[in-house]
């Protein structure tokens, strides 16, 4: 059964290999010697090699220091592992093809297709669409799927694009259609497309109607069956592989999944990608279906960093009898394809470079923008941000007769830069890696029931990652993060369960006391600063259907214009410090804020991939401080997972508290 998140914890990657994954020995058949060429057998075998990579996410520039080689080097290793195998080869991607930044900004400001466009112009059989695809609207979707030249099918059957003509006019040309059959060296292969449930409260995507996951790719894989399709992939985009696990044991008849959104690794032993990194499952996955039928699953991590090769052998009813493969690595120091070098990767670098090159500040002090952190804990990045939208409100109140904001929030997910920025010089670069989302301010009066409702919205993934999770201005949040959690259905944001009851204390700079001891105190109206994403019900947040006021300035130019104007262009480490200023802290197993015991200790929410001599040096200033963290926390019972016993593990979701 699947498990929806607002139901039951999310599944993560390992749990649901392990829960659901069976391994299953097949008969011993050669993939990588005769049978490459993809021809029918005389036994009735055919074999086909699918290539695959998802989350290309507009890293089309290289960028060797981060880990990115470029999609100049992508397309050189794709096309010459396509010529390797033969006829019988299909090459599909899941989705994520384009993500707000400066490079998409410079693709958005020139005729023509975008770069993105016409870097992966003929490359593919079938694309599937991702929910950052839709990030800046239909229009910007529609477009991107014009400039392909020659045309190529983008895939997606749980979507209804009737109500966006610009995209519904793309049905009809066949550049977007629910599936797809394929002509593969005599063979039809069908191909579904799907995406995640969610993406009307994570993306933008405006009157394109979002339907459930699993009807739509059970309709489909009828619909393809009875035309004689017995070859039938699956191309999705459900956030993460842990999700396609769940949802093939309900399915029959798919063959094949192709997962993306997730950028999760799939690898075995002498698997070229990321090889110094950890996978989270063998490449493929293979799980037993509602038949009973073993599917293979695979995607790549994504980035333009790998692709996936897999091999599967079909017998001639096309039941998968075997299957193989692995993600092979783009290596970082290729050339890579000379005419998407000359055609894309030199010109977006020349004006990107433009844009790198304006400085508006500089930074006394380490910005900390990670994805992992941003997510889970107030970040003086994340200060940063929510503090120019506040800032953007207050200077323009009298302009558009407007109350000053009390608070700000903006979430985690609308930082993007995923990095710590250095000390120095701020560009205007700086600030579309931070802001890149077509995002703007609005300001609005919100009931303090509300607001309390929106904060327990806000935590309710904590100890894991979340998008919604919010950097606050304005004001200092307590949160207890044993309590219970507020419970919806992720896909309509109705409440289905516990109200959630993390939030124990609120306080506005000014000493006004909203929530107290995780009631809310009467009073007036809050209010609040905010992009339009969040307004609009983005991340659940309930203000879909409030009064605000649309300020016109996207979020990216207020925090650009905070830096310049209100913080005469330095950013002081003592008004932004690595630790978020305490702005959000959570509560000890005693009920108490530990803030409120003893200033001079920080709490510290561990995520994936901390390690105590990182931690030591984000907040101590040196690694090799870590033994105080160790014996400050060693032997504390934790609300999730056990005990501190050793300084060689720590888990996802512990609360360490650092004495500084």
């Not at 995209?167 to 063979?187: D, I, K």
């Not at 009828?222 to 396609?244: P, T, Y």
């Amino acid at each position: 059964m699947i498990v929806s998140p607002s139901r039951a914890p999310r599944l993560t990657v390992a749990a649901a290999i392990t829960t659901v994954v069976v391994i299953v020995m097949v008969p011993v058949l050669v993939l990588w010697g005769s049978q490459a060429t993809g021809q029918q057998e005389d036994d009735g075998l055919f074999t086909l090699t699918i290539l695959h990579n998802n989350d290309g996410e507009s890293k089309l520039r290289p960028a060797p220091d981060l880990g990115y080689p470029g999609v100049a080097a992508f397309v050189e290793v794709l096309v010459s592992l396509q010529s390797a195998a033969g006829d019988a080869v299909v090459t599909l991607t899941s989705g994520d093809n384009l993500l707000v930044s400066r490079e998409l900004a410079v693709s958005l400001e020139r005729s023509g297709p975008f770069y993105d466009s016409l870097a992966l112009s003929g490359l593919y059989d079938a694309m599937a669409l991702g929910n950052h695809d839709f990030d800046l609207g239909p229009d910007v979707t529609a477009r991107f799927i014009g400039g392909f030249d020659p045309a190529v099918p983008f895939l997606s059957a749980n979507l209804d694009f009737s109500d966006e003509p610009v995209l519904e006019t793309l049905l009809g040309s066949a550049r977007l259609a629910p599936s797809t059959v394929l002509e593969v060296a005599g063979q039809r292969v069908g191909v579904i497309g799907v995406v995640t449930s969610t993406l009307s409260t994570i993306s933008s995507p405006r009157n394109v109607a979002v339907s459930a996951v699993l009807p739509a790719v059970k309709a489909e894989t009828e619909k393809l069956i009875a035309m004689g399709v017995n070859k039938i992939i699956l191309v999705s985009h459900l956030q993460d592989v842990a999700e396609e696990v769940a949802l093939v044991e309900e399915l029959a008849g798919v063959d094949v999944v192709i997962a993306g959104g997730g950028d999760d690794l799939l690898r075995n032993p002498g698997d070229s990608c990321l090889p110094e990194e950890a996978a989270v499952g063998p490449y493929p996955i293979r799980v037993n279906d509602a038949s009973g039928a073993e599917v293979p699953i695979v995607t790549v991590p994504g980035g333009y960093r790998c692709i996936g090769k897999l091999q599967v052998i079909f017998d001639a009813a096309g039941v998968v009898v075997a299957s193989s493969g692995g993600p092979v690595g783009v290596g970082l120091d290729l050339v890579g394809d000379t005419r998407v070098d000359s055609r894309v990767v030199v010109p977006l670098s020349e004006a990107v470079a433009a844009i790198d090159s304006e400085v508006i500040g500089s930074s006394a002090v380490e910005l900390d923008g990670r994805k992992s952190r941003v997510r889970t804990a107030t970040t003086n990045a994340g200060n940063l941000m929510a503090d120019a939208l506040r800032a953007t409100a207050t200077r323009l109140a009298s302009q558009y007769d407007t109350q000053v904001p009390d608070v700000a929030i903006q979430n985690g997910g609308g930082i993007r830069n995923d990095s710590v920025i250095s000390p120095g010089d701020i560009t205007v670069g700086t600030t579309w890696a931070i802001a890149p989302f077509l995002n703007f301010v609005v300001v609005g009066a919100i009931p303090r029931g509300t607001f309390k409702v929106l904060l327990e919205q806000a935590l309710d993934r904590l100890p894991n990652a979340g998008g919604q999770f919010p950097q606050v201005s304005g004001f200092k949040l307590t949160y207890d993060p044993s309590a219970k959690v507020r419970e919806i259905n992720r896909d309509d944001c109705s409440l289905v369960g516990h109200t959630g009851s993390r939030v124990t204390h609120a306080v506005l700079d000014d000493g006004t006391v909203i929530v107290r001891d995780g009631k809310v105190v009467p009073g007036d109206p809050i209010v609040l600063a905010t992009i339009d994403f969040l307004a609009n019900g983005g991340d659940c947040y309930p203000l879909d259907g409030l009064t605000m006021t649309h300020l016109g300035v996207s979020y990216r130019q207020a925090l650009a214009d905070y830096i310049a104007i209100e913080l005469d262009g330095v950013i002081a480490g003592d008004d932004y410090r690595v630790d978020g200023n305490k702005r959000i802290t959570a509560q000890d197993s005693a009920g108490q804020d530990p803030a409120a015991q003893d200033p001079k200790v920080v709490t510290h929410i561990v995520v994936d991939g901390d390690t105590l001599w990182g931690i030591a040096r984000q907040y101590l200033g040196s690694g090799a401080l870590w033994q105080r963290i160790f014996k400050f926390n060693e032997g504390v019972d934790q609300q999730h997972h056990g005990r501190l016993i050793g300084p060689e593990l720590i888990l996802p979701g512990w609360v360490l508290l650092i004495p500084r």
